[in-house]
T-cell receptor, first 109, second 114 residues
């Protein structure tokens, strides 16, 4: 069965510093990977998906099949990036999502 | 422009009570999902449905059931609530043709079982 691991429950950085949220997965096939974000008092929402290969709010994520990772990166963190971030995987397009445990990011002024 | 509506934001129930959590979406989505969200555990899938009157078990279906009589409505039922079902419950929906895993979430229902 597939599994998604986010090794950091809490991550704290200063404004303007680079930030990387780690996501590792276990799945032998070709997965579809996502990052979802939940800002304070807001709904959980899609941030980005690997097949789109786009940058959203300055965040990027590259699927590394060799290391089975999908880390989320931003070169210069902003205070408004403070949120809970979830990595998610589906085995094939259209199958159900498996979420990681989540990482609470705090960007300090 | 609320698109996925969960009828109850906060509920407090007693052990053994039957609990209904309602979810309605107005986007004509075929797929609907119920997750529970717990600190340190992330989101875990309880049940999902790809069509009316269709349901599939997720990863943690024990103690729960669902109903999908209409396309826009997906209900989660706790037949006999227990304290370990105290949690945040999230409903979500999606369309298979534009991204089955691009989920639109509701605001959540926080259930406390005493």
């Amino acid at each position: 069965a597939q599994r998604v691991t986010q090794p950091e429950k809490l991550l704290s950085v200063f404004k303007g510093a680079p930030v990387e949220l780690k996501c590792n997965y276990s799945y032998s096939g070709s997965p579809e990977l996502f990052w979802y974000v939940q800002y304070s008092r807001q709904r959980l929402q899609l941030l980005l998906r690997h097949i789109s290969r786009e940058s959203i709010k300055g965040f990027t994520a590259d699927l590394n099949k060799g290391e089975t990772s999908f880390h989320l990166k931003k070169p210069f963190a902003q205070e408004e990036d403070s949120a809970m971030y979830y990595c998610a995987l589906s085995e094939t397009s259209g199958s159900r999502l498996t979420f990681g445990e989540g990482t609470q990011l705090t960007v300090n002024p | 422009d609320v698109k996925v509506t969960q009828s109850s934001r906060y509920l407090v129930k007693r052990t053994g009570e039957k609990v209904f959590l309602e979810c309605v979406q107005d986007m004509d989505h075929e797929n609907m999902f119920w997750y529970r969200q717990d600190p340190g555990l992330g989101l875990r899938l309880i049940y999902f449905s790809y069509d009316v009157k269709m349901k599939e078990k997720g990863d943690i279906p024990e103690g729960y059931s669902v109903s999908r009589e209409k396309k826009e409505r997906f209900s989660l039922i706790l037949e006999s609530a227990s304290t370990n079902q105290t949690s945040m419950y999230l409903c979500a929906s999606s369309r298979p043709d534009t991204g089955a895993n691009v989920l639109t979430f509701g605001a959540g229902s926080r259930l406390t079982v005493l």
